[in-house]
């Protein structure tokens, strides 16, 4: 597996790195910690170095799953959490509110250093920007757990070009983690631009599109009511038939490379930028070797001409998020 570097931070990791969330939310089956955890080492065996958890997720026993699964290699492996949620536990609250003040910012990276079974966490993302917290306040508690070695690097998630700006001028910000991917560019008009500027990398998640740009989708797909996907307006029945056509661009490139669709996405990604590493997310083994390869496929001229050209003449249909969810991460 090849290896990045997250802009000017000198974080190095692997050209793919893994998003564990789907293990234990958001994808309908999650997956018991003695399923989870061979998934996790099986990234390794693949030669991913870069994890990415959050409190969160779970919530709680997505950062348990990856500390143990990755308590042999922890020398070895970049391990990403974040912060910012205040947590509730009944399941139905669990977006209701952000938190990051910088009394709760210590006391999360306490309790995420003993659930990742460390001494360090390696990247601290804010996972969203909370508007009732200034940034610099934010920036500043991140750079006293630097200084205090709990910390080696600060990021930010979905953060706007302002806020990474008034971040970045009171602790380097190493990443900046958004969605973005064949279907969803939107961060290379003002974001790009910026991260370059100031030497930040990024780090896309749902790089394959929640799974859609695989192309396993039928066009008569229906999620269960316990996948996040079937709240999400991109995944309607509706919606699902008319975005069919981003997955049938990129099957032709696929077909012409003797690649798979979603190792055509991720090799997209890669050829945009150096400092970009995304971080797809499965349960299934098979999909992380599937998924790495895409670290070695590489896109000519006339390939990323193909996707480039025909991307730009096509519109995902709905909404990324529902409406209250964008309301509350102001964006």
Not at 216 to 244: C, G, H, W
Not at 277 to 291: F, S, W
Not at 310 to 322: F, I, N
Request: contains cysteine.
């Amino acid at each position: 597996m090849q290896k990045r570097t997250l802009g000017k931070s000198g974080l190095t990791v692997s050209s793919i790195g893994f998003g564990a969330m789907g293990l234990s939310q958001g994808y309908g089956t999650n997956k018991a910690a003695n399923e989870a955890i061979p998934v996790i080492r099986a990234a390794v065996d693949q030669g991913v170095t870069f994890f990415d958890t959050a409190e969160m997720y779970g919530p709680f026993i997505n950062e348990e799953i990856v500390g143990e699964a990755l308590k042999p290699v922890r020398d070895q492996v970049v391990i990403a959490t974040k912060f910012g949620f205040k947590p509730a536990l009944d399941g139905e609250k669990r977006w209701s509110a952000l938190d990051s003040r910088p009394a709760h910012i210590k006391e999360v990276a306490e309790a995420s250093l003993k659930r990742l079974k460390t001494d360090v966490i390696d990247l601290f993302y804010q996972h969203r920007v909370d508007p009732n917290v200034p940034i610099e306040d934010v920036a500043g508690a991140v750079k006293e757990l630097i200084k205090e070695g709990k910390v080696k690097h600060f990021g930010l998630s979905e953060a706007g070009v302002d806020v990474i700006r008034r971040a970045h001028a009171v602790h380097p910000v190493t990443a900046l983690q958004s969605e973005y991917s064949l279907w969803w560019r939107e961060p290379e008009d003002k974001i790009f631009p910026v991260l370059e500027e100031l030497g930040i990398g990024f780090v896309p998640f749902s790089p394959l599109g929640r799974g859609f740009l695989t192309g396993r989708f039928s066009a008569d797909k229906k999620f269960e009511s316990t996948d996040s996907r079937s709240a999400l307006p991109r995944f309607s029945e509706e919606n699902i038939k008319k975005n069919q056509v981003f997955v049938e661009l990129i099957n032709m490139v696929a077909k012409a490379k003797g690649a798979t669709c979603a190792q055509v996405a991720l090799a997209w990604i890669l050829a945009q930028k150096p400092w970009i590493v995304p971080i797809p997310g499965t349960t299934n083994i098979d999909r992380i070797v599937e998924n790495s390869g895409a670290a070695n496929l590489v896109l000519n001229t006339e390939d990323l001409k193909t996707l480039n050209e025909g991307v730009a003449k096509l519109h995902a249909e709905g909404a990324r998020y529902p409406e209250l969810y964008l309301k509350l991460i102001n964006r």
